[in-house]
């Protein structure tokens, strides 16, 4: 599971326990600027992921690391679909972020708030 904070200007995600073995990552610091919108999206889940590299994805099980998709690179951390969360990014590494919170509402609400 996903931490998500904000931090002055930045989102900052931290991954708990395990997630950050499966992920290969512990945190992620994405400054506002670059953030999109944020979305709960419980549906994600099946969409295709494309290429594992590096990462974890054992299906109905886990989906962690970065995942390569028509030439975009996306960050997953999600084994309970229902509490997925996307947020967009322009101009990173990563165009999206599929993160596993609490309250999927509750995180978008403070992401979008931010972003205002």
Do not use: C
Not at 20 to 42: E, H, Q, Y
């Amino acid at each position: 599971m996903a931490l998500v904070r904000i931090d002055g200007d930045d989102l900052v995600v931290v991954l708990e326990g395990l997630d950050k073995l499966w992920a290969f990552k512990s945190s992620l610091t994405i400054p506002l600027a670059n953030v999109r919108g944020a979305t709960a999206d419980p549906g994600i889940a099946t969409d295709p992921k494309g290429i594992r590299a590096p990462g974890t994805h054992l299906p109905g099980v886990i989906t962690a690391g970065t995942f390569h998709q028509d030439g975009d690179k996306i960050f997953w951390d999600v084994k309970d679909p229902s509490k997925a969360l996307v947020v967009e990014l322009a101009n990173e590494q990563y165009i999206r972020l599929v993160l596993q919170v609490d309250d999927p509402r509750a995180t978008v609400a403070l992401i979008e708030n931010a972003l205002a």
